[in-house]
């Protein structure tokens, strides 16, 4: 592995809201918001969509497998992975999930319990047998979850809140920033702090521009607003995410062929594709 390929993400799940597996969405994937980040040896996880349970097969034969799982928020869709992801019931296994958007009494374990809390989820949290821990920080601090890796974060403007991440490994920053609305004619200063100079920004694009105003409210953003935001903040690579579940593949194509010809470069994220910073 080359130093440049010890730092990649790779696409679990893509799609918001709610699965939409089938024919109409094979190329670009039906499973919501999961993503591996690998810095080194240390491996992120960031949201639990229904994407996690794939990811999590693939590291069944991990013994011990340690992993740091960030939530941007608890909305179902980025969380209804989590008690399907299988490392969670293998002991001997550490796995840190982290949430900056929860504010006092809740905290993530506290969700996490309601979710899986009858007559909604058969079992409780406690079944599971990996050694589990709950990392609730407050939004906007700086984290360190393994050497080398620093991680950044900041408020993004969402129903119940969310947080946006920067991960900065060996010189190089990749952006998560997804379930984030903005407003019209304005650019969110604290995004572009976030992913200035950034080598890879990952957009919350479920929309169009056309489309966003039978939208507003619903703390989403469009693929037009992620290019304002990197080339004012003097991002290299876009990639366009969170993709609206009624978008099947020949909308996406349309997408990647539109932004494309707007910004020459900007990706519409895959299921199973990796990139690398």
């Not at 001997?92 to 504010?103: C, F, K, M, S, V």
């Not at 990392?135 to 993004?156: E, H, M, N, S, Y």
């Amino acid at each position: 592995m080359t130093a440049k390929q010890d730092f990649f993400v790779k696409f679990w799940g893509v799609r918001g809201s709610i699965a939409c597996p089938g024919p109409l969405t094979v190329r670009y994937g039906g499973n919501t918001s999961c993503l591996e980040v690998m810095c080194g040896d240390h491996r992120l996880i960031f949201d639990a969509g229904t994407g996690l349970r794939n990811f999590g097969q693939t590291l069944m034969g991990l013994r011990p497998c340690k992993a740091d799982l960030f939530l941007t928020h608890t909305h179902f869709d980025h969380v209804c992975g989590l008690p399907f992801f299988g490392p969670l019931f293998v002991p001997g296994n550490e796995i840190r999930l982290w949430a900056g958007h929860l504010e006092a009494p809740l905290g993530l374990e506290h969700v996490l319990i309601e979710m899986m809390m009858a007559p909604l989820f058969p079992v409780p949290p406690t079944v599971f047998q990996a050694d589990v821990s709950y990392a609730d920080f407050q939004c906007g601090k700086t984290l360190k979850p393994g050497d080398g890796v620093t991680i950044r974060t900041c408020a993004l403007n969402h129903p119940n809140q969310a947080t946006g991440y920067r991960v900065e490994f060996d010189g190089r920053a990749l952006c998560y920033i997804t379930d984030t609305e903005h407003k019209e004619g304005e650019r969110d200063d604290a995004i572009i702090a976030l992913i200035q100079d950034a080598d890879l920004v990952i957009y919350d694009a479920t929309y169009t521009d056309a489309e966003y105003p039978n939208f507003k409210g619903f703390g989403h953003s469009t693929w037009e607003e992620g290019v304002r935001l990197v080339e004012a903040a003097g991002a290299k690579t876009l990639v366009l995410f969170h993709h609206e579940p009624s978008h099947d593949d020949d909308f996406m194509d349309q997408v990647a062929k539109d932004a494309e010809a707007r910004r020459p470069g900007t990706l519409v994220a895959r299921e199973g594709e990796t990139l690398f910073p």
